[in-house]
């Protein structure tokens, strides 16, 4: 399969027409026909449904996509060109149909990908700093306890919910260095 250089999609609002985009090289190998992407539309971010892969455009001034949203599409070819037909036969607009065709927690973007704050200990703790910091700070020592049980990174939401503590202790471990918090992409898709 050739890598696409532009791509023409559908925007998930009532504008009735179909929006050419550039495609970066890096996402390049993973849009196709049926993929969810999240495309600049005017001043914001909007969701879109690839509906069609370019050589070129004849688009003068083109913006590039910003993210894929799953790792799969999520229309295939045949739906969408049942989508097309019942836009022509019925007389309205294509954002519609698609409209009617996709879950609404795909285009809510509930399902295909989230970004997730992972937690991490910064580095090792002797017993002599960990003892400082339960008599200074016991709420900041009780969450540096739980981060350093730990096998590997998991969702700062995620443990805070189970130790009961709050953003502003785990941020106060980050500013001493004793935690680390990364980002990091979380998919999941759904195919029709």
């Known amino acids: 399969m050739m890598k696409p250089s532009y791509i023409r999609v559908i925007i998930d609002r009532m504008i009735h027409r179909e929006l050419d985009y550039s495609v970066p090289e890096t996402?390049?190998?993973r849009v196709g026909v049926g993929s969810r992407v999240r495309v600049p539309f005017r001043d914001k971010s909007a969701l879109a449904t690839v509906v069609a892969t370019l050589e070129q455009s004849d688009v003068?001034?083109?913006r590039p996509i910003e993210a894929i949203v799953g790792d799969a599409p999520v229309i295939s070819e045949n739906l969408l060109e049942l989508a097309k037909w019942m836009s022509a036969y019925y007389c309205c607009p294509l954002e519609t149909v698609m409209r009617s065709l996709l879950p609404q927690v795909i285009r809510k973007a509930k399902i295909g990908w989230k970004k997730q704050l992972f937690v991490q200990p910064a580095?090792?703790?002797d017993?002599?700093?960990f003892g400082r910091l339960r008599k200074r700070a016991p709420r900041q020592?009780?969450?540096l306890e739980a981060i350093a049980k730990l096998d590997a990174p998991v969702p700062a939401a995620q443990l805070l919910?189970?130790?009961?503590l709050d953003n502003q202790t785990l941020r106060a471990l980050v500013k001493r260095g004793l935690v680390q918090l990364h980002e990091a992409v979380s998919y999941t898709h759904l195919t029709l």
């Open 161 to 164: 919910r189970k130790t009961s």
């Open 141 to 143: 020592a009780e969450l």
């Open 60 to 62: 003068e001034t083109i």
């Open 123 to 125: 580095r090792k703790i």
């Open 27 to 29: 996402l390049a190998a």
């Open 127 to 129: 017993n002599e700093e």
